[in-house]
Nanobody
């Protein structure tokens, strides 16, 4: 059974940093794309960052490039999202998700192929 459990959200002032964690189980990092998504009130969910260990590719939403970094620890089966220089508009519920990575198209998998989702962790950035 695939499980994804997020943690690390909280309240932070604009300009500050947070690191989100997602503990994954039930699948291999070599066979799945894994990513972070967010949804703010009244908006659609958007992909923040995704990666594939299979072909060493990653994706970042334009608005977070240079500020957010996705990484993982295979031994701990944990995916991280380091968020620096946070802005008020980064406020959202952040979700970890995973999907089978078979066609080696990271953007396609990230946008349309995530089958498994965590419950989310709330990030609030005060201005």
């Amino acid at each position: 059974e695939v499980q994804l459990v997020e943690s690390g959200g909280g309240l932070v002032q604009a300009g500050g940093s947070l690191r989100l964690s997602c503990v994954a189980s039930g699948f291999s990092f070599d066979d799945y794309a894994i990513g972070w998504f967010r949804q703010a009130p009244g908006t659609e969910r958007e992909a923040v960052s995704c990666f594939s260990r299979a072909d060493r590719t990653n994706y970042y939403l334009d608005s977070v490039k240079g500020r957010f970094t996705i990484s993982y620890d295979i031994a701990k089966k944990t995916v991280y999202l380091q968020m620096n220089s946070l802005k008020h508009e980064d406020t959202a519920v952040y979700f970890c998700a995973a999907g089978p990575y078979s066609d080696y198209d990271l953007y396609e998998t990230c946008e349309y192929g995530m089958n498994y989702w965590g419950k989310g962790t709330l990030v609030t950035v005060s201005s």
